[in-house]
Nanobody, 119 residues
Framework: QVQLVESGGGLVQTGGSLRLSCAAS????????MGWFRQAPGKERELVTS????????YYADSVKGRFTISRDNAKNTVYLQMNSLKPEDTAVYYC????????????WGQGTQVTVSS
């Protein structure tokens, strides 16, 4: 059974930091692109950041550049999202997702973890 399990969400004040983790199991994810998405109430889900299979290429949405850092440890089948200088507009449910090398979509998703930034 393929599983992506996020952890590390919570409540933090503006300017604070959180580190999200996503533990993958059920198949080999080491060749997948891994992404972090978020969905705020009343808004569409958006791609926040992604990292290719060996970490050689990353993408960041403009809204998080310079504040968020994605990384992965393929030996642990885990991807991380370090979030610094958090803002109230970062409040959302954060989802981890995996995109196989041959795919243009993300077929594997976690259940999400809530991040709330208070002003």
């Amino acid at each position: 059974q393929v599983q992506l399990v996020e952890s590390g969400g919570g409540l933090v004040q503006t300017g604070g930091s959180l580190r999200l983790s996503c533990a993958a199991s059920g198949r080999t994810f080491s060749s997948d692109t891994m992404g972090w998405f978020r969905q705020a109430p009343g808004k569409e889900r958006e791609l926040v950041t992604s990292i290719d299979w060996d970490g050689g290429s990353t993408y960041y949405a403009d809204s998080v550049k310079g504040r968020f850092t994605i990384s992965r440890d393929n030996a642990k089948n885990t991807v991380y999202l370090q979030m610094n200088s958090l803002k109230p507009e970062d409040t959302a449910v954060y989802y981890c997702a995996a995109r196989p090398r041959q795919s243009t979509a993300y077929p594997y998703w976690g259940q999400g973890t809530q991040v709330t930034v208070s002003s």
